[in-house]
Antibody, heavy 121, light 106 residues
Framework: QVQLQESGPGLVKPSQTLSLTCTVS??????????WSWIRQPAGKGLEWIGR???????NYNPSLKSRVTISVDTSKNQFSLKLSSVTAADTAVYYC?????????????WGQGTLVTVSS | AIRMTQSPSSFSASTGDRVTITCRAS??????LAWYQQKPGKAPKLLIY???TLQSGVPSRFSGSGSGTDFTLTISCLQSEDFATYYC????????FGPGTKVDIK
């Protein structure tokens, strides 16, 4: 059973960089044709896709966030990471990591529990 | 960007009811649509993908239909554990989600 777990600071100051890591257990992050994604959800609102990475390092980002987002992967640690720069209060949200079945099958079958990140001074 | 809309945004229902939620895409997305269930404080759970394929382990009272721009999620006999918010998501282009439909107890 694949499990994903987000980790990182719960409080980030405005204009700084938000950094989160997702640790995958129960299977190798490199096995199969899976893509690994970040999705966020502001309190009481809907879901927003941030971006995804393949274990080759190939990435795709939401155009609305592309200039501020970097997603990377560390296969030796079975982890992938999110960096979001120049954050504002609008970036306050629960951040989820999730697995997608493939490039053309970008729906999410496994999710982390989510981690709340608050942007505040 | 493909915009997803859902209707209704919320409604009340009783256990045993048959309920239908509608999702519409701003352009044709073939069958590249998934449905999720989310309960408060929890991550979304995949119910259906490819518009009508039931995810493993999901009860058969859930079903999906549609293609192109119009899709529906049907729960044939609502159970107490089904009170939640439901989201559709297209993956024809970069992924985007609908705003959600909250189903609560009448």
């Amino acid at each position: 059973q694949v499990q994903l777990q987000e980790s990182g600071p719960g409080l980030v100051k405005p204009s700084q960089t938000l950094s989160l890591t997702c640790t995958v257990s129960g299977g190798s992050i490199s096995s199969g044709s899976y893509y690994w994604s970040w999705i966020r959800q502001p309190a009481g609102k809907g879901l927003e896709w941030i971006g995804r990475i393949y274990t080759s390092g190939s990435t795709n980002y939401n155009p609305s966030l592309k200039s501020r987002v970097t997603i990377s992967v560390d296969t030796s640690k079975n982890q992938f990471s999110l960096k979001l720069s120049s954050v504002t209060a609008a970036d306050t949200a629960v951040y989820y990591c999730a697995r997608t079945m493939g490039y053309s099958s970008s729906f999410y079958d496994y999710w982390g529990q989510g981690t709340l990140v608050t942007v505040s001074s | 960007a493909i915009r997803m809309t859902q209707s209704p945004s919320s409604f009340s229902a009783s256990t045993g009811d048959r309920v239908t939620i509608t999702c519409r895409a701003s352009q044709g997305i073939s069958s590249y649509l998934a449905w999720y269930q989310q309960k408060p404080g929890k991550a979304p759970k995949l119910l259906i993908y490819a518009a009508s394929t039931l995810q493993s382990g999901v009860p058969s009272r859930f079903s999906g239909s549609g293609s192109g721009t119009d899709f529906t999620l049907t729960i044939s006999c609502l159970q107490s554990e089904d009170f939640a918010t439901y989201y559709c998501q297209q993956y024809y282009s970069y992924p985007s989600f609908g705003p959600g439909t909250k189903v609560d107890i009448k």
